[in-house]
C-alpha cells in the first residue's frame, strides 16, 4: 500500500467520480517544509508558527520572522499556498520568552489569539512579518482558537492596518474552527473571512469536555464522534451559503478512517501530517464522493464514535 501510494504522491486526490480534494501538510519548521514537498503536499494548511520558536528566550526581530516566512514560502513556491497560524501558546504549549501567569485551567485560559488579543504588540509584529514576506509566495494567515465574531473583527482591524502601512493587497485571512462556539456560530462568523480550517484535536476535547493529552482517556478523544461530526456538518453548510471554503488541519484529516467521512461532509482540504500525505491521497482516490455523502449522513446519526468506526469499515 505504501510504496504504491508514493510512486503517485506527486498526483492529486480526485475521488473516482471525479471530486478534488486539496491534500496539504500541517508543518513546523522549514524543514518539514522540504519535507512536506517531497511528500507530494500540494500547500501547507497549518503552520504551527508557535513551534518555531519555543525555545528562544527573547522575541524575534520582525526581520528574523520575517525571513523564516520567507524561507517556507521560497520551498513551497507561488502555486502551493501556505496558511500560517498565528502563535498559538498558552494551554499546553508554553513560549520560553512570553512567561504566561499560571492558571488553574490553562486550555480555558488565555490561550492562542486571546493572548494576540490582550498583547497586541507582538501579534502585530508576527502579522507585519508575514506580510512582509508575502511577495514570497501565496500565504494566507489564520487565527486560532477563535470563539467569537469579535475577536475576527480585532485582528482583522489589526491586519487591514499593516497591510495598508505596508502598501499589501488583499491577503486571504481564515480562522480555525476548533471551538464549539465557533461552530455554533459559523454562520456569523464565515461572513467575515475567506476560509476555516477545523481543528479536530481541541474541537474534539472542548466538545466532549476530556483533555485531549489525558493518559487514561485518550480512547475518548475521537473526532468521529457524531457530536464533533454535527459539529463540522454544520461548519461546512454555513461555509458554503458565503460561498467559503472548509480545511481541516486537525488529527481527523490524517486518520485514514476519517477521510471518507470527511469528504462526505463536503471538506475541501485535508492537513495531514507530512508522512502520511501519500496514503491521504491514495485514500481520496479510492472513494466515490456520493457514496461518502450516504456515510457521513449515516454517521452523523451514529450515537458514538465507534459506531462510526464500525459503520466505515463495513463501507
Ligand atoms: C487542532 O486543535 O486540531 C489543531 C490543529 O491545532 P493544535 O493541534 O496545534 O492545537
Ligand atoms: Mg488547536
Same mark, same amino acid.
Given at each position: ?200 484535536? !481541541? /474541537? ?5 469536555? *476530556?483533555?485531549? %493529552?489525558?493518559?487514561? @482517556?485518550? =480512547?475518548? $478523544? ?32 490524517? !486518520? /485514514? ?5 470527511? *469528504?462526505?461532509? %463536503?471538506?475541501?482540504? @485535508?492537513? =495531514?501530517? $507530512? ?41
Amino acid at each position: 500500500h505504501r510504496e504504491a501510494a508514493l510512486a503517485l504522491a506527486h498526483q492529486p486526490a480526485i475521488t473516482n467520480d471525479g471530486h478534488r480534494v486539496e491534500v496539504v501538510a500541517n508543518i513546523g519548521s522549514a524543514d518539514d517544509a522540504v519535507k512536506a514537498v517531497e511528500m507530494g503536499a500540494e500547500g501547507v494548511g497549518l503552520l504551527r508558527s508557535e513551534f518555531l520558536y519555543m525555545e528562544r528566550t527573547e522575541e524575534p526581530s520582525v526581520a528574523e520572522q520575517a525571513r523564516v516566512y520567507e524561507q517556507i514560502l521560497n520551498i513551497m513556491g507561488h502555486e502551493r499556498p501556505v496558511i500560517v497560524r498565528t502563535m498559538d501558546v498558552g494551554g499546553d504549549k508554553p513560549l520560553a520568552y512570553l512567561p504566561l501567569p499560571q492558571e488553574e485551567n490553562p486550555f480555558l485560559g488565555e490561550r492562542g489569539v486571546r493572548i494576540g488579543i490582550n498583547r497586541p504588540a507582538i501579534l502585530r509584529k508576527q502579522v507585519r512579518a508575514i506580510l512582509r514576506a508575502a511577495g514570497a509566495g501565496h500565504v494566507r494567515i489564520m487565527f486560532p482558537m477563535i470563539s467569537s465574531l469579535n475577536e475576527i473583527q480585532v485582528v482583522k482591524k489589526l491586519v487591514h492596518e499593516e497591510q495598508a502601512r505596508l502598501g499589501i493587497e488583499k491577503v486571504e485571512l481564515g480562522i480555525m474552527i476548533e471551538v464549539p462556539s465557533a461552530a455554533l456560530m459559523a454562520d456569523l462568523l464565515a461572513k467575515e473571512v475567506d476560509f476555516f480550517s477545523i481543528g479536530t484535536n !481541541d /474541537l474534539t476535547q472542548y466538545t466532549l469536555a *476530556v483533555d485531549r %493529552g489525558h493518559p487514561k @482517556l485518550t =480512547a475518548m $478523544v475521537d473526532g468521529l464522534h457524531p457530536a464533533v461530526l454535527r459539529l463540522i456538518d454544520m461548519t461546512v453548510k454555513a461555509a458554503e451559503r458565503e460561498g467559503k471554503w472548509v480545511g481541516v488541519c486537525g488529527g481527523l484529516a490524517s !486518520d /485514514l478512517e476519517a477521510v471518507p467521512v470527511l *469528504v462526505g461532509l %463536503g471538506i475541501h482540504e @485535508l492537513s =495531514a501530517s $507530512v508522512p502520511i500525505i501519500p496514503e491521504v491521497k491514495a485514500r481520496v482516490r479510492g472513494l466515490n464522493r456520493y457514496e461518502c455523502s450516504q456515510l457521513a449522513e449515516a454517521a452523523l446519526e451514529q450515537s458514538s464514535a465507534e459506531a462510526v468506526r464500525k459503520l466505515v469499515r463495513l463501507a
